[in-house]
Structure formats: structure tokens, C-alpha cells
């Protein structure tokens, strides 16, 4: 449920707006300051105040709005078909896709900021890596033409994927230019990440895997 800017918290407002600004500028291009000021607090080092510092505080923007993400995913996973892989990367990714169709959230665009520095996920709580990592393990049994050392590839260049299409979309969006009706951008999104998952290794691709797999001893 929306809640009004003027009744969150001062805490509630700095990880807003630092998702709002980080995803603009970047995480180098934004100080402190100009957080707290936007954020509309009185105190001008409340980001120090509440969070200890800049890495706190880029750790809590993560972490906002993970946990919501896991709700939404248990509750499509538990109608989902486990069998198929389309369902399963739709319980997945559904909620991802929601949050690019939100005016007001930012949270895409800072994880594609994120990621040009490290691993986005590697700081959040345990029991949230580990449901990114069942949906791994989920995914990654049921693509059975994949061999075992390309699955994890192919999953991660599938989570990519959603990333990127959905925040071109809010881009193309907001500078005006027409985007596909939402039912046909999600079906087709899903479509491309199964496929993405599931198509037969080429024979090139096998053979630069072998090339890999005896690089490393395998």
C-alpha cells in the first residue's frame, strides 16, 4: 500500500530518496548532504545519524525492498507449476517486472548502478541469498539439454536480462516514445528468458565449453 512521503519515517525517507538518487546519478555522484536535503530532513548529516555510513546506507536500499520481493515470489511459487520452466521463471521474475511498472520506484535502475561496483546481493541476510539461491537450484534442475557447467551462466545472464529490458522500458517510457502493451511485454519477457534458458547448446558453444572445462582441471 502507497503511503504519503509526509508520514514516513526520516530513515524511510533517506533510503527513498537515496534509491531515487543513486539510480539518476550513480553511487559516486550523489554526497550525502544532497540526500538528507532531498529527503527533506532537518538534520544535514542524518544519513551519518541514521546509518553510520555511505555503505550502510547503500546496503539498507538493497535490502528495502528484498523481502517484499520474497513474499510476492512464495506466493506465485506455491501456484506455480515446479515442473515447468516457464512458471518457475515466472514466480521469479514477476516481481521484478511489477517494480519496473511503478512511477515512484527507482530500485531497478540503482541494482543496474550496483552492479558496475560488486555482487549486489552479497551483503543482504543470509535467508535472503539463500531464496536466490533455491531458485537456482530450482531452475537449474529442470534444464536438463544444459550441461551442468552452463546452467548457472545461463541463469545468471536470464536474471540480467529482466533487469535491463524492463528498466529500457521505463526509460523509453519517460523520455515518451510508445512501449508495448504491458500484457505483451511480460509474456514476451518470458518467453525470451526460457528461451534463453532452455535453447540447445551450439556446437561452437560446446566446444568452447570443453576448451573451459579443461582450462580448469575438470
Not at 551519518?48 to 506466493?75: C, I, M, P, W
Not at 541476510?125 to 537449474?140: H, I, L, T
Not at 544444459?146 to 535491463?164: D, S
Not at 505483451?184 to 560446446?206: G, I, K, N, R, Y
Request: aromatic residues 6%.
Amino acid at each position: 500500500m502507497f503511503m504519503p512521503t509526509e508520514v514516513r519515517s526520516a530513515k524511510e525517507r533517506l533510503i527513498l530518496t537515496a534509491e531515487r538518487l543513486y539510480a539518476l546519478h550513480g553511487l559516486d555522484g550523489v554526497p550525502l548532504r544532497q540526500i538528507a536535503v532531498e529527503a527533506g530532513t532537518a538534520n544535514k548529516s542524518a544519513v551519518q545519524y541514521h546509518f553510520g555510513s555511505k555503505e550502510s546506507l547503500v546496503t539498507a536500499v538493497l535490502a528495502n525492498r528484498v523481502d517484499d520481493l520474497d513474499r510476492r515470489r512464495g506466493l506465485l511459487y506455491a501456484r506455480a507449476d515446479l515442473r515447468d520452466v516457464r512458471s518457475v521463471v515466472e514466480a521469479q521474475h514477476l516481481p521484478l517486472i511489477e517494480l519496473g511498472e511503478d512511477g515512484d520506484c527507482y530500485y531497478l535502475e540503482f541494482i543496474e548502478q550496483l552492479e558496475r561496483k560488486s555482487d549486489p546481493f552479497g551483503d543482504l541476510p543470509a535467508e535472503n541469498r539463500m531464496a536466490e539461491q533455491a531458485y537456482y537450484d530450482r531452475v537449474g534442475d529442470l534444464l536438463d539439454g544444459v550441461p551442468a557447467q552452463l546452467r548457472e551462466v545461463r541463469i545468471k545472464q536470464a536474471t540480467a536480462t529482466c533487469l535491463h529490458v524492463c528498466t529500457d522500458r521505463r526509460r523509453t517510457r519517460d523520455i515518451g516514445e510508445a512501449v508495448p502493451p504491458y500484457a505483451v511485454h511480460v509474456s514476451q519477457l518470458l518467453d525470451s528468458l526460457v528461451a534463453l534458458l532452455t535453447l540447445e547448446p551450439s556446437s561452437e558453444t560446446l566446444a568452447a565449453l570443453d576448451v573451459w572445462s579443461r582450462s580448469r582441471g575438470d
